[in-house]
């Protein structure tokens, strides 16, 4: 039923003449936190793998003990498919995510977990968030000249963009403390 539904919205949609095709939206669909845990949080442990291990080396033998583990996990899809974009590929995809990722976090009308409204008209967020976006776009050109040291210094500065927001608009003394995303 599902599939019968599509097929009869895309052909409304392609008969030419009949629709105009219909653009992604522009406003967020998610809170914050949730476009946090989805984007950043994920891409950022990326670069920090990046950092700890050099891209791009021969994967690493595996003991009878770590092979039980995988083995258990195979089922899901991002065990399965983890090392298909291993190494640098996985660090510019990282990079390019955070990179866009700091206009997501800049979308007018996009709310907090809280319900409170994103501080993007504050100075101090969107300096953070230029400051993601510049720095990721290092990692990426790192990663594409495949240059762990550059990769490295900028991963640096990419945890300061984090940290830049998270100190005024996230962190209590436990990260979870409310209230966020507050203006002082
Ligand atoms: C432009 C500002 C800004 C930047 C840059 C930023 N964050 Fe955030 N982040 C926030 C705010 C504000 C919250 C609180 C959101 C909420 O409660 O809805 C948050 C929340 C989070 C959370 C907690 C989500 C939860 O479960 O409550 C994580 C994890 C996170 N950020 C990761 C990151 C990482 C990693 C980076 C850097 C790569 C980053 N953020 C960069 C502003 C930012």
Redesign the pocket.
Known sequence: MKRLVSVLVLSVVLVPGTALAQGVSEEPIG???EL??GL??PN?NKLFDAQAVEPGGPVPEMNSETRDAVSALIGSASSRFATIYRGWPEVAGAAVA?ADG?KL?MLPGRL???GVP?PVDQAD?IE??R??EEYSIDALNGAREQNWDAVWEAVNY??E??T???KT??DGPDS?QEP??EVQ
């Open positions: 809170n914050l936190a946090m845990r950043m949080f950022a955070l700091a976090a907090c977990d809280n994103a967020y953070g968030a400051m993601l990419v945890n963009s984090c830049h927001c998270h608009y996230r979870r966020r995303c």
